[in-house]
């Protein structure tokens, strides 16, 4: 049983926004088997380039664990750490957490795992600010009408 939830192809009639959750799982499951991977990947991924929620919050727990308390970061540990911060659920719970894992095969993958998520945040900002901006135009445009002379 996969115990990730279907990530639909478009929400309310609109496409999805540019995503790779296999590649945020790879991520995570890696950096949970291999802690020392945080430190090389720190440069190159944000929690914001995750598209998940429960994503950002696992990533955002493991990094303060490990960089900022200086503690490893296993399974126990970061589900001990969710529940003390009210976050189990939201991360997904112990279940989720155990999935991770046993989903990567290569946790030395994680460099190439945070290239794809923070490649994916990049087209999903660009996307974003695509979609704004023709909003911004056509509220220029009118409000440009209004001062034109008759």
Same mark, same amino acid.
């Given at each position: 049983m996969d115990p990730r939830p279907p990530v639909p192809a478009s929400v309310g009639g609109e496409p999805s926004l540019p995503h790779n959750v296999e590649a945020e799982i790879s991520l995570l499951g890696s950096l949970l088997r291999h802690n020392a991977a945080i430190n090389d990947i720190l440069p190159l991924v944000s929690r914001d380039d995750f598209y998940r929620d429960q994503h950002r919050v696992l990533f955002e727990v493991m990094v303060d664990l490990? =960089?900022? !308390? %200086? #503690?490893?970061?296993?399974?126990?540990?970061?589900?001990? !750490?969710? !529940? #003390?911060?009210?976050?189990?659920?939201?991360?997904?719970?112990? !279940?989720?957490?155990?999935?991770?894992?046993?989903?990567?095969?290569?946790?030395?993958? @994680?460099?190439?795992? @945070?290239?794809? =998520?923070?490649? %994916?945040?990049?087209? %999903?900002?660009?996307?974003?600010?695509?979609? %704004?901006?023709?909003? &911004? &135009?056509d509220r220029a445009f009118c409000r440009a009408d209004r001062f034109a002379p008759a």
């Open positions: 490990f =960089v900022n !308390e %200086r #503690k490893p970061v296993d399974l126990t540990i970061l589900n001990n !750490e969710l !529940e #003390k911060r009210g976050l189990t659920a939201k991360a997904g719970g112990p !279940e989720y957490l155990v999935s991770l894992c046993a989903l990567v095969p290569v946790p030395g993958n @994680a460099a190439h795992s @945070a290239g794809i =998520v923070k490649d %994916r945040a990049s087209q %999903r900002r660009l996307t974003q600010l695509a979609q %704004r901006r023709p909003a &911004r &135009r």
